[in-house]
């Protein structure tokens, strides 16, 4: 069974280690905060901090940030989410203090010259561009505004060109100080070095900072409204996303949700949507069901992409199998197999000592405690065939399903 060692700094920036055989340390730092927390005037100014975070410090120049773990062989990377941001690195072992002592000068000390900023703007319009030219992820994107309306948790990551016209410096460090708050940090790592030395970088490199606690609360996402939305698009394929508002991170149903939504729609060549559409009609190419939950609420959708005189075909068939889940108890065996198999997914995912320090960070910054494997396949063991029967009928209701459809 994995352990966990665990220590909070006086500032209230927690860290979380695992200590493996991995000769290589995946670390990183997860903040707390992402587009969610933005005010409407500030909408993809934390997707921007992102990019312009690595674009020098009160100790080093732009490239000197880019270089310092590049030279040793290593790499640093940053991701921005509607409730989250994190810096993370991939180091030897040995090169372990280097990479936490450049992560928290980047947090800390970036300096956002004005002149960086001006060429960034410029590559996240590029950004920008590009994912209007992906269909199929840009849906999502849509289909979440669609579905939380017009309330910040529905706001693409991008933002708009608009508003970055507008960033500045001062804008910059406005919405750090007021969203970068130590007790909403959790530094992760996993790699063989022993906790003592995460301990000793940590008060090092981390510990001399001001506790920063934060002083807003999110307001909870309330509002939804089904409704039906046709985009008229210049592509060869049709898109289509049909969904709903679904449980939080702490509501205990959503493990539930997690294998009925595996079962429906996961990465397995079996799964019901992939064996009605590809399998046995050939209609789509690529179809999945999708469950995200977030702070207070969450969202479920299916997707697929298909040719355009077959939307309507294929759109049939996906209700069906939602009827059909809602409506017709899964056998013993199915659903031993379907935990089986969601089990298996998790344990290879696991396999990703990159992807284990990300899960394991942002387990310990929304609860606080951190699963095993084991933990969370005796969790899935309690799920009944009825329990996925009550969920299939809350989350896939006919009359609560919202559907985008890009033409």
Same mark, same amino acid.
């Given at each position: 069974?994995?352990?966990?060692?665990?220590?909070?700094?006086?500032?209230?920036?927690?860290?979380?280690?695992?200590?493996?055989?991995?000769?290589?340390?995946?670390?990183?730092?997860?903040?707390?905060?992402?587009?969610?927390?933005?005010?409407?005037?500030?909408?993809?100014?934390?997707?921007?901090?992102?990019?312009?975070?690595?674009?020098?410090?009160?100790?080093?120049?732009?490239?000197?940030?880019?270089?310092?773990?590049?030279?040793?062989?290593?790499?640093?990377?940053?991701?921005?989410?509607?409730?989250?941001?994190?810096?993370?690195?991939?180091v030897l072992a040995n090169d372990f203090e280097r990479s936490a002592?450049?992560?928290?000068?980047?947090?800390?000390?970036?300096?956002?010259?004005?002149?960086?900023?001006?060429?960034?703007?410029?590559? !996240?319009? @590029?950004?920008?561009? =590009?994912?209007?030219?992906?269909? +199929? #992820?840009?849906? $999502?994107?849509? *289909?979440?505004?669609?579905?939380?309306?017009?309330?910040?948790?529905?706001?693409?990551?991008?933002?708009?060109?608009?508003?970055?016209?507008?960033?500045?410096?001062?804008?910059?460090?406005?919405?750090?100080?007021?969203?970068?708050?130590?007790?909403?940090?959790?530094?992760?790592? !996993?790699? @063989?070095?022993?906790? =003592?030395?995460?301990?000793?970088? +940590? #008060?090092?490199? $981390?510990?001399? *900072?001001?506790?920063?606690?934060?002083?807003?609360?999110?307001?909870?996402?309330?509002?939804?409204?089904?409704?039906?939305?046709?985009?008229?698009?210049?592509?060869?394929?049709?898109?289509?996303?049909?969904?709903?508002?679904?449980?939080?991170?702490?509501?205990?149903?959503?493990?539930?949700?997690?294998?009925?939504?595996?079962?429906?729609?996961?990465?397995?060549?079996?799964?019901?949507?992939?064996?009605?559409?590809?399998?046995?009609?050939?209609?789509?190419?690529?179809?999945?069901?999708?469950?995200?939950?977030?702070?207070?609420?969450?969202?479920?959708?299916?997707?697929?992409?298909?040719?355009?005189?077959?939307?309507?075909?294929?759109?049939?068939?996906?209700?069906?199998?939602?009827?059909?889940?809602?409506?017709?108890?899964?056998?013993?065996?199915?659903?031993?197999?379907?935990?089986?198999q969601l089990v298996g997914q998790l344990a290879i995912a696991a396999?990703?000592?990159?992807?284990?320090?990300?899960?394991?960070?942002?387990?310990?910054?929304?609860?606080?405690?951190?699963?095993?494997?084991?933990?969370?396949?005796?969790?899935?063991?309690?799920?009944?065939?009825?329990?996925?029967?009550?969920?299939?009928?809350?989350?896939?209701?006919?009359?609560?399903?919202?559907?985008?459809?890009?033409?």
């Amino acid at each position: 069974m994995q352990e966990f060692d665990i220590l909070t700094l006086s500032n209230g920036i927690r860290f979380i280690h695992w200590r493996n055989a991995s000769k290589i340390i995946h670390c990183g730092i997860t903040i707390n905060t992402g587009t969610r927390d933005e005010f409407e005037n500030e909408h993809g100014l934390a997707h921007f901090i992102e990019h312009v975070i690595f674009k020098g410090t009160t100790h080093r120049k732009a490239y000197h940030v880019i270089s310092r773990l590049e030279d040793v062989g290593g790499d640093l990377n940053a991701y921005t989410a509607k409730e989250e941001t994190c810096i993370y690195a991939t180091v030897l072992a040995n090169d372990f203090e280097r990479s936490a002592e450049l992560i928290s000068d980047i947090l800390f000390n970036s300096t956002f010259p004005e002149r960086e900023l001006a060429k960034e703007k410029e590559v !996240v319009f @590029d950004e920008i561009n =590009s994912y209007k030219d992906s269909p +199929a #992820e840009l849906i $999502f994107d849509d *289909f979440e505004e669609q579905v939380f309306a017009n309330a910040p948790i529905g706001r693409n990551i991008l933002g708009t060109k608009k508003n970055l016209k507008t960033f500045t410096k001062q804008s910059i460090q406005t919405f750090m100080q007021r969203t970068y708050n130590t007790d909403q940090m959790v530094f992760s790592s !996993v790699g @063989d070095i022993p906790f =003592s030395k995460v301990k000793k970088v +940590a #008060e090092k490199y $981390f510990g001399g *900072f001001p506790a920063n606690p934060r002083l807003f609360t999110r307001t909870p996402f309330n509002g939804y409204s089904p409704s039906v939305i046709e985009k008229h698009k210049s592509t060869y394929q049709a898109h289509c996303i049909v969904g709903n508002l679904a449980y939080d991170l702490k509501n205990e149903k959503r493990i539930a949700l997690h294998l009925l939504i595996n079962i429906l729609g996961g990465p397995g060549m079996n799964s019901r949507l992939n064996l009605s559409l590809r399998e046995r009609h050939g209609l789509a190419y690529n179809v999945e069901a999708s469950y995200t939950p977030y702070s207070d609420t969450g969202i479920v959708s299916v997707y697929f992409g298909t040719d355009k005189e077959n939307i309507d075909r294929s759109m049939s068939i996906v209700q069906k199998e939602l009827t059909k889940i809602r409506t017709v108890s899964i056998s013993d065996l199915l659903l031993f197999k379907a935990k089986k198999q969601l089990v298996g997914q998790l344990a290879i995912a696991a396999e990703s000592n990159e992807g284990q320090m990300l899960s394991i960070g942002k387990s310990l910054l929304v609860y606080n405690s951190v699963d095993s494997l084991e933990e969370v396949a005796q969790k899935l063991e309690t799920v009944t065939a009825m329990d996925l029967i009550t969920t299939a009928n809350e989350i896939f209701a006919p009359t609560q399903l919202a559907t985008l459809i890009f033409r």
